[in-house]
């Protein structure tokens, strides 16, 4: 009787022990592609006009660029996330200049404590006027 108690726990336990360990693979694997692969990249000019630390455990620097087309025009919003602290010093130097923002688009980060957005910026040029 004991025996088959110990066959009957054991053929439940191994397959269970196997999704679990196969599902922290798939996590891993997709947290690499995500980690290391971007969805695109790109440049955006314009002018950083708010620039802030948010979040309440996560906190990451969040900022809006103000991009104009043509004069006169309705301006556009470029919403972007910033993970570097050293990228973050330099846009706030330029608040209220006109730069360039260079990014990567990252689809599919889990949760927001990575970011309120998909577009991270990692360098700053700034434009002369």
Known sequence: MIKSQNSRLRGFILPLLFVLIAA????VAYGFAIWNYSYSEGERAGV?????????????W???LNMVVLPGGLPEKFLFT???EAA????????????TLH???KVGLPTT?????RHYVN????LME
């Open 24 to 27: 922290a693979v798939l996590a």
């Open 123 to 126: 360098k700053l040029s700034p």
């Open 103 to 105: 990014y990567v688009e």
């Open 48 to 60: 950083v006009q708010k620039f802030s630390k948010k979040g309440w455990v996560c906190k990451t």
């Open 82 to 84: 910033v993970w570097d």
């Open 88 to 99: 973050a010093v330099n846009i706030n130097r330029n608040v209220g200049k006109r730069v």
């Open 62 to 64: 969040e900022g809006e």
């Open 113 to 117: 404590c990575f970011g309120e957005t």
